[in-house]
């Protein structure tokens, strides 16, 4: 079906809607259908409701870019962590306290279980 006109709350053409659906109504769209012989109108309205809840990191790292900068967390007393991320070009962020380093690099050197998503947005101190 293709869309012939779209309407908001309010527009002429809603008041019906408006009554019947209140403050759950999004908009009242007429549609035509693909023989072109009938005129359909639909509303659109709000059925529920929800905290929006952040994306998991689960779901980022899945979605994530090999290319991408992150920061990986490692404690001052990991010596060898600290030298491994410096072996793979990483850099210290003072901001953060963590080393920042490409994804891909990252997971090379076997330090994935070490990345905080969405932590390098706190590292403004380091140049990518």
Not at 5 to 20: N, W
Not at 30 to 40: A, I, L, N, P
Not at 92 to 112: F, I, P
């Amino acid at each position: 079906m293709n869309i012939i006109k779209t309407f908001r709350p309010g527009d002429d053409g809603t008041k019906k809607y408006s009554d019947k659906y209140g403050q759950q109504l999004c908009a009242v769209r007429y549609r035509r259908s693909q023989c072109k012989k009938t005129v359909y109108t639909t509303v659109e309205i709000i059925v529920a409701e929800r905290e929006a809840y952040p994306r998991s990191q689960a779901h980022r790292a899945a979605n994530a870019k090999p290319t991408e900068w992150v920061a990986l967390k490692i404690a001052f007393d990991e010596l060898e962590l600290r030298n491994e991320a410096k072996r793979i070009g990483g850099r210290w962020s003072k901001l953060a306290k963590a080393w920042v380093v490409k994804r891909k690099l990252a997971e090379g050197a076997e330090l994935h279980h070490r990345i905080v998503e969405g932590l390098i947005d706190k590292c403004l101190d380091v140049d990518m």
